[in-house]
């Protein structure tokens, strides 16, 4: 397991958390940090919306030493929208700026917006070049997808996507191996990912799909030759995902968090989701977490349903008191 370069950046090592629109937040970047992950990006944050969060100081621009370096990912349709919101960004400090092709919700699409850009490869590579002259100090990365939809045409969309954006000086692709309108489900095409890596044997790309597990993240490392991993759904409510890949790589049992280092960790999350947005929504969010973090519970059926009835900051403390002791 070699560490990854993005720019002149060094992760130390190679499994990352994805990019995760209603998860990938600071709490949780910093929950996931002080679980090992190496590298951290931001939900995709619209471009005209990043320069609303600074002037407003919003939470979700906000950064935090202890979670570096972190890539800042944005999503939009016009290159100079596209270019400012990334000015913005490095402005405030974010090491790397992350451009979104690949969300495939229908809105997005309809706006020329994420997965639509798969279909539409001059105008993402427009946004690539205009990105790239906004922030010439920092590494731009892309997030595509496998190709829009399964056809030649769509595939020959992400060949010149990713060909071009090397050669304008984008410094690592993360390929999501499923196309856009496959959504989430089915399978993600791990074959695929072997081709991108062929294909661009000397430029650093990062595999995403179906990482359910800290073992998938190492096998996705095996059978492709990615350089690197983003944990997503494996890791919304197990970021000890990233110690358990540290811990297989190293050779060791992976490890298994205890009930008391599950109180702990949710209820650090609880603390920093609170500074973040208040307590009021910090319930709210442990709340939706809560359910996630029942998997590795030893009763995650009777735990999920317990998470599902917290309103109020001292229902959750009686469920800790209850459910993990
Ligand atoms: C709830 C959710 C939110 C996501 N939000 C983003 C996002 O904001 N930006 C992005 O590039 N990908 C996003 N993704 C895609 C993931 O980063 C990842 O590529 C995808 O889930 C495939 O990995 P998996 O099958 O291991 O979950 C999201 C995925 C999920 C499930």
Same mark, same amino acid.
């Given at each position: 397991m070699s560490p990854i370069k993005i720019g002149a950046i060094e992760i130390e090592f190679p499994v990352v958390l994805a990019a995760l629109a209603g998860y990938s937040d600071l709490p949780y970047r910093l929950i996931c940090r002080s679980c090992g992950a190496a590298y951290t990006t931001t939900e995709a944050m619209l471009d005209r919306q990043v320069a609303v969060e600074i002037r407003r100081r919003r939470k979700m621009t906000r950064i935090d030493d202890a979670d570096r370096p972190v890539a800042g990912q944005i999503m939009g349709t016009g290159p100079a929208t596209?270019? @400012?919101?990334?000015?913005?960004?490095?402005?405030?400090?974010?090491?790397v700026i992350d451009l979104n092709f690949a969300c495939p919700v229908r809105k997005v699409i309809s706006r020329k917006r994420g997965g639509?850009?798969?279909?539409?490869?001059?105008?993402?590579? @427009?946004? *690539?070049?205009?990105? %790239?002259?906004? *922030?010439?100090?920092?590494? *731009?990365?892309?997030?595509?997808?496998?190709?829009f939809r399964a056809s030649d045409e769509a595939h020959a969309a992400?060949?010149?996507?990713?060909?071009?954006?090397? @050669?304008?000086? !984008?410094?690592? %692709?993360?390929?999501?191996?499923?196309? !856009?309108d496959q959504k989430y489900s089915g399978r993600a095409d791990w074959g695929f990912l072997a081709?991108?890596?062929? @294909?661009?044997p000397d430029r650093t790309i990062i595999g995403s799909g179906d990482i359910h597990t800290a073992a998938d993240a190492l096998r996705m490392i095996a059978e492709t030759g990615v350089d690197g991993v983003a944990?997503?759904?494996?890791?919304?409510?197990?970021?000890?995902?990233?110690?358990?890949?540290?811990d297989l790589a190293a050779g060791r049992e992976p490890f298994m968090p205890t009930l008391d280092d599950q109180r702990e960790l949710i209820l650090r999350h609880f603390r920093l989701a609170s500074d973040a947005y208040g307590p009021k929504r910090a319930v709210r969010i442990i709340h939706n977490f809560g359910i996630r973090y029942a998997r590795v519970h030893p009763h995650p059926a009777k735990t999920r349903a317990a998470f599902y009835h917290i309103r109020t900051e001292k229902d959750l403390l009686t469920l800790m008191d209850t459910w993990y002791r």
């Amino acid at each position: 397991m070699s560490p990854i370069k993005i720019g002149a950046i060094e992760i130390e090592f190679p499994v990352v958390l994805a990019a995760l629109a209603g998860y990938s937040d600071l709490p949780y970047r910093l929950i996931c940090r002080s679980c090992g992950a190496a590298y951290t990006t931001t939900e995709a944050m619209l471009d005209r919306q990043v320069a609303v969060e600074i002037r407003r100081r919003r939470k979700m621009t906000r950064i935090d030493d202890a979670d570096r370096p972190v890539a800042g990912q944005i999503m939009g349709t016009g290159p100079a929208t596209m270019a @400012e919101a990334a000015a913005g960004l490095r402005e405030l400090g974010f090491d790397v700026i992350d451009l979104n092709f690949a969300c495939p919700v229908r809105k997005v699409i309809s706006r020329k917006r994420g997965g639509y850009l798969m279909d539409d490869p001059d105008l993402a590579l @427009e946004i *690539v070049r205009a990105v %790239i002259d906004a *922030v010439p100090d920092r590494p *731009v990365t892309i997030k595509l997808r496998r190709a829009f939809r399964a056809s030649d045409e769509a595939h020959a969309a992400f060949w010149k996507i990713a060909g071009g954006a090397f @050669e304008a000086g !984008v410094a690592a %692709i993360s390929v999501h191996a499923r196309s !856009v309108d496959q959504k989430y489900s089915g399978r993600a095409d791990w074959g695929f990912l072997a081709k991108v890596k062929r @294909e661009f044997p000397d430029r650093t790309i990062i595999g995403s799909g179906d990482i359910h597990t800290a073992a998938d993240a190492l096998r996705m490392i095996a059978e492709t030759g990615v350089d690197g991993v983003a944990a997503a759904r494996g890791a919304i409510g197990n970021p000890w995902i990233f110690r358990q890949a540290r811990d297989l790589a190293a050779g060791r049992e992976p490890f298994m968090p205890t009930l008391d280092d599950q109180r702990e960790l949710i209820l650090r999350h609880f603390r920093l989701a609170s500074d973040a947005y208040g307590p009021k929504r910090a319930v709210r969010i442990i709340h939706n977490f809560g359910i996630r973090y029942a998997r590795v519970h030893p009763h995650p059926a009777k735990t999920r349903a317990a998470f599902y009835h917290i309103r109020t900051e001292k229902d959750l403390l009686t469920l800790m008191d209850t459910w993990y002791r």
